[in-house]
């Protein structure tokens, strides 16, 4: 039996999203390379306000493509040669898919340059102005990772833990 919809209204394909995790082993645990979120709106903000460089997918593209397309336009370096490791995705609340995998690879975040965004600023200004997609890149622990990174991505720090730690579970 199917489920009817009132007049006019249809279901949209959910947007997707696919990014890379970059880490790295220390002698205590691991740490993982984040960005600050650019723009007027993440301004002050550090708690939740960081993110896996990660963005919206093209019509038809490749997940993975998406991913290291992504990671190098966020960052305007290119992806570190390694294996991925699938952290599977997460669902937003606003219906977002968002599909992330860990590379073990190593940058310095003095080094990046990342892309730019545009938007009307201030609201209702008629002013176009042009953002960085973030505004710097820094190396966390997974712990503190835990409280910059925005709360939707927490699921991947601990399924990035869970890899290292040898306790993931299989993707599907």
Known sequence: ??????????RAPARRS????????????????????????WARRDAGAWSIPKGLTEPGEDLVTAARREFTEELGLPVPPG???????????????????ALEGDLDPVEVNPGTFTMEWPPRSGRL??????DRAAWFDLATAYQKVVGYQRPFLDRLRD?????????T
């Open 83 to 101: 294996e991925l490791i699938d952290l599977g995705t997460v669902k937003q609340s606003a219906g977002k898919i968002v599909t992330v995998w």
């Open 129 to 134: 102005q042009e953002f960085p997609e973030i």
């Open 1 to 10: 039996m199917t489920a009817k919809r009132s007049p006019g209204t249809s």
């Open 163 to 171: 890899h290292l730690r040898g306790t993931a579970e299989p993707s």
């Open 18 to 41: 696919a990014g890379i995790l970059l880490f790295r082993r220390t002698a205590a645990d691991a740490e993982v390379l984040l960005g600050h979120m650019g723009g007027p709106f």
